[in-house]
């Protein structure tokens, strides 16, 4: 029944299998107990974020159905960082890397003690892929449960989130906020527990897993704190005792097909350009080959149909409440763009999954959008490519009402020296932002640049100004902005190259980013450079810049040589 006899290595029968016995007592385990699965809690709680502050209790409920369900629960914890307080920062370098740290956390100890199976509780923007890159690496049963949406913040009328804050800044640098609104804004934007409440990073991530059959129906854009979250926590136990009995195993689930239905529910979504980023990584840890052009094949045939937050109107919760994942995937299977084939943790395939579902939204509801009347055509993150970016680059093209500029390069070799340079009033409509040296290796961590893009829409320049970055973007970016530039500056990319005032074209419809400029000048220049020393000798940091590789392959530390 268990995968690799995990099980016989702990509960065998036998005087050298004692000792272990002797310290599972300690912990619990009673005699009708050895011969129960072992069960892992990956508990992401803590209460540096939000983010993450409900999950104890859930990992409580969840832990509790697996004892009731014939399991023996062992809860152990793991970390997070919170991108949105540490976002322009110096800390934000550490997100990313959290990603890899929470990966190698869950499989040490699952790994280390032999578990048979894993439930992973995650709610920061980093759990998500963290533990989905662990679940696909070790390949026994497992299920991912989220923590939740936050529920939307108000102010004179204005549902708030997190983005909300990061331009009213914006706006009050440029005059166009006062004080007492700007501090009103920040005050009412988080009234409690639960993720970043758009279609940002932790809301797509969730969704993505949920398309995937990694998570259970409707789970992925619960409210934090409403119930239906914590019996949908207890429920996701009893789904992976089950899974375990069955040995149905995480590489049955996260197939080539899985994959593609996760990337058409991100594009019909309008979620993340970090999707791009974390399901390239969760694909590596697979065994299953994906590349940036993949998400631009699928792109071209699949429509935007939420209409959400951050380029949008509406907030998670409410897209919940409008029939959320199963609704999108249902429509999307109609029109055949959706593998219905493929399996789920629960045992059913997903056109199984969706049965009951209609195939259309809700008339009373104005979120999820008719299939003929869609908020866009076309998929929203373009891959582009160019003498700047020959590896891609990724833009979220929603929301944008011009899809090319060619400008003159503004040239920042960190985030916050373009961060002041906004703030100080010194960028002009038909500028293009280059910031550079925020990659995967340059950063390291390849920050995300919300502060600086967030701080343009406040400003009034969204539609005016481009910016283009090795770094990447907050799931609440919006508007002319290109990330992941590979090859990084670091890596010798063309990106390290740019002088200010060259000519830059960002032209999302042609899928082309291009500094014009001849190459003749431009291996010159390549000649003329030379590698930056490392920021960062010792430590975490030194350790993942040594390791990382390009963003265009989703920043993974365990490539094979």
Known sequence: MMSDNRRSRIVTEGVQRSPNRAMLRAVGFDNGDFTKPIVGVASAHSTITPCNMGIGNLAERGEAALRAAGAMPQLFGTITISDGISMGTEGMKYSLVSREVIADAIETVCMGQSMDGVIAFGGCDKNMPGAMIAIARMNIPAIFVYGGTIKPGHYKG????????????????????????LAGIERNACPGAGSCGGMYTANTMSSAFEAMGMSLPYSSTMAAEDEEKADSAARSAEVLVDAIRHQRLPREILTRQ????????????????????????IAHAARVPLSLDDFEEIRGRVPVL???????????????????????????????????????????????????????PPDDQMVIRPWNKPVYASGHLAVLKGNLAPEGAVAKISGIKK????????????????????????????????????????????????????????????????LITDGRFSGGTYGLVVGHVAPEAAAGGAIALVREGDSITIDAGARRLQLNVSEAELEQRRRQWTPPSPRDTRGVLAKYARLVGSASKGAVTDAEE
């Open 258 to 281: 899985a994959f593609e239905n996760a990337i058409a529910v991100v594009m019909a979504l309008g979620g993340s350009t970090n999707a791009t980023l974390h399901l390239l990584a």
């Open 403 to 466: 899809p090319e500029i060619t400008g003159p390069a503004r040239v920042f070799d960190a985030e916050e020296a373009c961060m002041e340079a906004i703030l100080a009033g010194r960028i002009r409509a038909g500028d293009i932002l280059v910031i550079r040296y925020e990659g995967p290796r340059g950063g390291p961590g390849m920050r995300e640049m919300l502060s600086p893009t967030s701080a343009i829409i406040g400003a009034g320049l969204g539609d005016s100004v481009g």
């Open 306 to 360: 939420c209409d959400l937050k951050p380029s949008g109107r509406f907030v998670t919760t409410q897209f919940h409440r409008a029939g959320g994942i199963p609704q999108v995937m249902k429509m999307l299977l109609e029109r055949g763009l959706l593998h219905g084939g493929c399996l789920t943790i629960t045992g059913r395939t997903v056109a199984e999954t969706l049965s009951d579902v209609p195939p259309d």
């Open 158 to 181: 204005r549902d708030l989130t997190i983005v909300s804050a990061f331009e009213a800044v914006g706006s009050h640098a440029a005059g166009r906020l006062s004080d007492e609104d």
